[in-house]
């Protein structure tokens, strides 16, 4: 684990671009607060860093980025604060499908979608069903996510196919990484924590299982490509041995 301390130039010559990014989204309500902001507006801004950082993410070769936006726990906010994440989501939604047309860009979404209201739903839909051929980069957004919760629906899934008799072979790592939200994007290479906060905080538990984990004290909103060109630099450090022996 890495704390992030001083800032990087942009070079990425000879560098190792990771396959699959994954950053938890942290630090929008202290940045509006540091300014004398509501929490939304940090939010708000929260969204343009978000839209900025895949562009960044596809232009170093990145090929699938996953951001944490909406955890399971999240509705335990203010009911002001969650309703106005879900009206500037509703916006962001419509921006985003423009984009990612755009840009060849395909949008997933994992979590349990069926506690948004209809239309939500609806625009969700419509992201994957009409960026499902785009191939330069797979930007996928956690919503009403946790990883705990995930893996309940998973295990749950499983039982009900095996009731059916759909599901006959035992289960195993693979078998039950197929009934995951992610069952559709490898694993994480490299998970990001914005904030200065270091822990996982229910992201991504399963499949970060051999991630490489960089935290950095940059709020949220002011996330540049600077600091995630660092953070790919301290990636380039790490020995991946994944269990095994270090081939350095």
Do not use: C
């Amino acid at each position: 684990m890495f704390k992030r301390k001083k800032k990087t130039d942009l070079s990425v010559e000879n560098l190792t671009i990771p396959q699959h990014v994954a950053i938890i989204l942290d630090g929008n309500g202290r940045w509006a607060k540091k300014r004398g902001l509501p929490r939304n507006l940090g939010h708000a801004q929260g969204f343009a860093t978000v839209e900025k950082t895949v562009f960044h993410a596809a232009d170093l070769g990145i090929k699938y980025l996953t951001v944490y936006g909406f955890s399971t726990e999240n509705w335990k906010r203010p009911a002001e604060e969650v309703s106005g994440l879900m009206t500037l989501f509703r916006a962001y939604m419509k921006r985003l499908l423009k984009t990612a047309l755009e840009n060849d860009a395909r949008v997933l979404m994992i979590g349990e979608r069926s506690r948004f209201p209809q239309d939500i739903i609806d625009g969700i839909n419509e992201l994957e069903e009409k960026t499902k051929d785009n191939s330069r980069i797979t930007f996928t957004i956690a919503i009403n996510y946790g990883g705990r919760d995930e893996i309940t629906r998973a295990v749950n899934k499983m039982i009900q196919e095996a009731k059916d008799g759909t599901l006959t072979e035992p289960v195993t790592e693979q078998v039950l990484a197929q009934h995951l939200d992610t069952k559709l994007i490898p694993d994480p290479d490299l998970l990001i924590r914005t904030s200065g906060e270091q822990r996982l905080s229910n992201y991504l538990i399963w499949q970060s299982a051999y991630a490489e984990l960089y935290f950095t004290d940059v709020l949220w909103p002011d996330f540049s490509k600077e600091d995630l060109i660092e953070a790919i630099r301290y990636y380039n450090t790490r020995d991946r041995r994944f269990g095994g022996l270090s081939k350095k």
